[in-house]
């Protein structure tokens, strides 16, 4: 949690929007031993239902499904005698939510057991929330789409060969890849640094 505080990913809810309308997730942590990156993570439950029977995920759309079939990724991928692969780190945390929405993704929370519990809203796209793989992927089609001038290759790449947060591409060559790589990741270190 001090992580969301310290990326600016989740912020305290001011005294004077303590009458706004929230809703509050449920979230536990989630300990992998075996991981080398994150060993300790959040997870919160947008389908936890309410007092009235309801949870978010029931009233939230999922959005419709805009990536290429993953069959059809894959087979692409699996012409290509030199394979690149890579993954955007913390995908849905890029991707900022903003008011009034930001308020369906309140928590409590407090760092020690002695101190008063706290509000705070989560400011960027929630796993586990219903739309999340959409509004993610959506948010990096339309960065791809606007970026497409400045950084063609990238673009093209982009919105071919990511499922989800994966990238699953590949050239005819070494030379070839490595410039698909300097391209793609440029493309992605300007479009997130904006």
């Known amino acids: 949690m001090k992580e969301y505080l310290d990326l600016n990913h989740m912020s305290s ?5 303590a009458c706004l309308p929230k809703y509050y997730l449920s979230h536990h942590c989630v300990l992998k031993a075996s991981s080398s990156s994150t060993k300790l993570r959040v997870v919160f439950d947008g389908s936890a239902p309410t007092s009235t029977g309801y949870s978010l995920n029931d009233i939230l759309m999922s959005g419709p499904t805009i990536q290429s079939n993953l069959i ?3 087979l692409r991928f699996r012409s290509f005698p030199i394979a690149l692969t890579a993954n955007i780190c913390k995908m849905y945390r890029c991707v900022g939510v903003t008011p009034p929405d930001n308020f369906l993704q309140c928590i ?3 760092n020690d057991h002695q101190e008063p519990l706290k509000d705070y809203k989560l400011d960027t796209v929630t796993y586990g929330t219903k739309p999340a793989a959409f509004l993610a992927v959506r948010a990096m089609q339309q960065l791809a789409a606007d970026e497409a001038e400045n ?3 990238g673009s093209r790449i982009t919105l071919r060969d990511f499922y989800i947060d994966d990238l699953i591409t590949g050239g005819s060559s070494e030379h070839e890849v490595l410039n698909i790589m ?3 990741l440029h493309c992605s270190a300007r479009a997130t640094s904006n």
């Open 13 to 17: 809810v001011a005294d004077t929007e």
């Open 72 to 74: 059809d990724i894959l």
């Open 108 to 110: 409590l929370w407090r």
């Open 151 to 153: 950084f063609p290759l």
């Open 182 to 184: 300097r391209k793609h």
